[in-house]
């Protein structure tokens, strides 16, 4: 006899059962459960996309203002349940409530944003070098998309890739990250009611070694776009590459942010805490790696540390938190084993670093800064994914350039200062794909494009009317008069 309620996958319209559920527990109050969530079997994947095979003919032929109409009823409904799924999110994710409230808004209007792009997508007409023929270059839908997400924005990247795939005419399954059921379960029943045909957008939920690597692998999907981690990532572009599926990887950041001698110290440290810590420090685009020029170093430490004294680390639902729970035990494993390796290759702990209880039994960490490290050391190449930035120190601007750079990935780099002159040399020379002066590395609007270089992203560029050249593949077709 179970007692949470239970949430089942989607699989060709219809809500089935899995064979097992897993719990999803609450990483602010290990006794809060949110609800068990089925896991789907090699065989429900397989059934998902052959639903999704089935609905493509119709689906892809269908007119653009049926797509544009379910995906603003989509868009409308995820806006109007912001404060209830954003608290959802926080919930089972453990980023702060407003962070939740912020990144389901953000979700709503991708939504909105695709359903205009259904009407927008456009083709070219040009002339032929032979003379009386005429040459048309149209986008079609690709075909089955397999999309598989993580668990640090479990509403907005699922919403920034199952938007463009349904807007262009794809059908879709979609494996969210096993830690975080619940948001996409949600999405999943929001899109269900929207008048999209059965089997045109599937859920399964379950491992990755259980259902992603069959996902991936499946003849009767065309395309997989990935959002993770980069070892996972890179074995993911091998399998596609055998079997020529196309694919798209956004993947992991050890994101740099400058602060030059010439910085407003105010603002340098309101944006470096900002970047570092909040959401935990989980995101993609946290800045983990603080450069700071010698001029400024010792205000910017006295002025960083000061500044994280006052976060306050807290329940996620709690009214006044600035940084939630880490999401899961193993991740808060992984963020004090960075720690500790931090100092015993010569970095100084200025600041946190320790698990914190609070009233509930959660996975509470003290957001942890270090100096005196070096760009050799660990901590400084692999991506933690935590709350822990470490700080650099350096002479001028140009050896701030180099150690941004100075890093296998490139996805976002950010500066501080008052310069015209080196903002803009940063902005051409930082080998990123995003780049912020005065601003925090992660923030990124819904409607412009998304992702990195190196290590950091692979395929075409995520979100804006750019998603439409992973989305889309190119026909060129002839007219003989
Ligand atoms: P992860 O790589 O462990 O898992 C990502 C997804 O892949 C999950 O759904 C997982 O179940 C699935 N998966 C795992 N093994 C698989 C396999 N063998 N075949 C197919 N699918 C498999 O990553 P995570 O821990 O969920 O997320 C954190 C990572 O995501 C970090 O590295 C972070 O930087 C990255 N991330 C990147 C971006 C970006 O846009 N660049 C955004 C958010 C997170």
């Known amino acids: 006899m179970h007692t949470t309620p239970r949430h089942d996958n989607l699989i060709g319209g219809q809500w089935l059962a899995g064979g097992s559920y897993t719990p999803n527990i609450n ?107 005429g040459v048309e270059i149209t986008r079609e839908p690709v075909g089955v998309v397999g999309i598989i997400t993580p668990w640090n924005f479990p509403m907005a990247i699922p919403a920034w890739k199952i938007a463009p795939a349904l807007a262009y005419g794809n059908c879709v399954v979609f494996k969210p990250a096993d830690l975080v059921p619940g948001c996409a379960w949600e999405l999943a029943e929001i899109i269900s009611r929207s008048g999209i045909p059965a089997g045109v957008f599937n859920l399964v939920m379950g491992r990755g070694s259980v259902i992603g690597d069959p996902l991936v692998n499946h003849p009767g999907v065309d395309a997989i776009s990935f959002t993770g981690s980069q070892g996972v990532g890179a074995r993911i572009a091998q399998q596609c590459a055998l079997s020529l599926k196309k694919v798209q990887l956004e993947m992991g950041g050890k994101n740099p942010q400058v602060i030059l001698d010439d910085a407003n110290l105010a603002q340098a440290v309101e944006l470096s805490v900002q970047s570092a810590f909040y959401s935990t420090g989980q995101r993609c685009t946290a800045s983990s790696r603080l450069i700071v020029t010698e001029g400024i170093y010792p205000q910017f430490v006295a002025a960083i540390t000061a500044r994280m004294a006052t976060l306050k680390v807290g329940d996620a639902l709690e009214a006044g938190t600035d940084i939630g729970p880490v999401s899961s035990l193993a991740q808060l494993e992984q963020d004090m084993r960075y720690v500790e390796l931090g100092q015993a290759q010569g970095g100084q702990l200025v600041a946190g670093g320790d698990r914190l209880q609070r009233a509930t039994e959660g996975f509470y960490m003290a957001p942890a800064l270090l100096t005196d490290t ?42 501080a200062t ?50 439409q050249e992973f989305f889309t593949t190119v026909k060129t077709a002839y007219i003989g008069i």
């Not at 909105?112 to 032979?130: D, I």
């Not at 701030?400 to 996805?411: D, H, I, R, S, V």
């Not at 609007?445 to 979100?463: A, C, I, L």
Request: hydrophobic share 40%.
């Open 27 to 133: 990483p602010s109050n290990l006794a809060d459960v949110l609800g068990e969530y089925a896991q789907a079997s090699a065989a429900d994947l397989d059934a998902a996309v052959q639903a999704a095979r089935a609905a493509f003919p119709v689906w892809s032929m269908s007119g653009i203002q049926a797509r544009a109409d379910a995906l603003d009823a989509i868009g409308t409904e995820i806006l109007a349940r912001r404060d209830e799924l954003g608290a959802l999110l926080a919930r089972e994710e453990g980023k702060t409530r407003v962070e939740g409230v912020g990144e389901v808004s953000r979700a709503g209007n991708i939504f909105k944003f695709f359903a205009g792009e259904c009407l927008r997508l456009a083709g070219e007409v040009v002339p032929s070098v032979r003379p009386g023929i």
């Open 374 to 415: 070096t760009a050799d050391m660990r901590i400084n190449r692999e991506e933690v994914f935590g709350p822990v930035a470490s700080i650099i120190r350096v002479k001028g601007y140009d050896e701030a350039l180099f150690e941004a750079n100075n890093t296998p990935f490139g996805l976002s780099a950010g500066i």
């Open 418 to 467: 008052t310069s015209l002159k080196h903002a803009t040399h940063f902005k051409r020379h930082s080998q990123a794909g995003m780049v912020m002066v005065n601003l925090p590395t992660a923030g990124v609007d819904y409607h412009v494009p998304f992702g990195g270089r190196k290590g950091s992203s692979y395929g075409p560029r995520e979100q804006g009317r750019y998603a």
